[in-house]
């Protein structure tokens, strides 16, 4: 039986990728999800534009992000969709306590000009699986990085963010 040697090696490459993809997505995800995590800046926390760089994900019903304070200015969020839904990502100043923007019970969402509520900037809804990026000047506040299609931000899907 004869194999032929360039489908194997194309499954092999595929098969590689795949695997270190999925190597770097566990290490990212184990490294973020420890909330006592406070990790400084430092040059390897920059982006290639000298901005703050943060590293996120969304998912089912999560937001995870690799470092939850910054320095104010210029600041590049990184942000996968790792789940199998589109979602959106908001950069949300706020006056609330963490978890608390009031939900619209006929929207389950919060209303994104309430008062105490100011949304920065957004990525809106995109596909699974790929990655966006945003840019921003942020001032000194409290933050929530977090989903706001309904019932996702009432389903858990945030975390507290600080600029100082």
Same mark, same amino acid.
């Given at each position: $039986?004869? #194999? @032929?040697?360039?489908? /194997?090696?194309?499954? $092999?490459? #595929?098969?590689?990728?795949?695997?270190?993809?999925?190597?770097?997505?566990?290490?990212?995800? *184990?490294?973020?999800? @420890?909330?006592? @995590?406070?990790?400084?800046?430092? /040059? /390897?926390?920059?982006?290639?534009?000298?901005?703050?760089?943060?590293?996120? /994900?969304?998912?089912?019903?999560?937001?995870?992000?690799?470092?939850?304070?910054? !320095?104010?200015? !210029?600041?590049?969020?990184?942000?996968?969709? $790792? *789940?199998?839904?589109?979602?959106?990502?908001?950069?949300? %100043?706020? @006056?609330?306590?963490?978890? %608390?923007? !009031?939900?619209? !019970?006929?929207?389950?969402?919060?209303?994104?000009?309430?008062?105490?509520?100011?949304?920065?900037?957004?990525?809106?809804?995109?596909?699974?699986?790929?990655?966006?990026?945003?840019?921003?000047?942020?001032?000194? *506040?409290?933050?929530?990085?977090?989903?706001?299609?309904?019932?996702?931000?009432?389903? *858990? $899907?945030?975390?507290?963010?600080?600029? %100082?």
């Amino acid at each position: $039986m004869r #194999v @032929d040697s360039d489908r /194997s090696r194309g499954n $092999m490459k #595929v098969l590689v990728r795949v695997t270190c993809a999925a190597a770097l997505v566990m290490s990212f995800a *184990g490294c973020a999800e @420890d909330p006592n @995590d406070t990790m400084s800046a430092t /040059s /390897s926390e920059t982006a290639a534009d000298g901005s703050s760089l943060v590293i996120a /994900s969304v998912q089912e019903w999560k937001v995870i992000a690799n470092r939850n304070t910054v !320095p104010a200015g !210029p600041t590049t969020f990184l942000v996968s969709n $790792m *789940g199998t839904i589109k979602h959106e990502f908001l950069v949300t %100043k706020t @006056d609330f306590a963490d978890e %608390k923007i !009031p939900i619209e !019970p006929k929207t389950n969402r919060f209303s994104e000009e309430g008062e105490g509520i100011e949304v920065v900037n957004e990525i809106p809804e995109w596909e699974q699986k790929t990655t966006e990026s945003l840019t921003l000047t942020l001032l000194p *506040g409290n933050y929530e990085l977090l989903c706001n299609i309904e019932a996702h931000y009432a389903n *858990g $899907m945030q975390t507290a963010f600080t600029v %100082k």
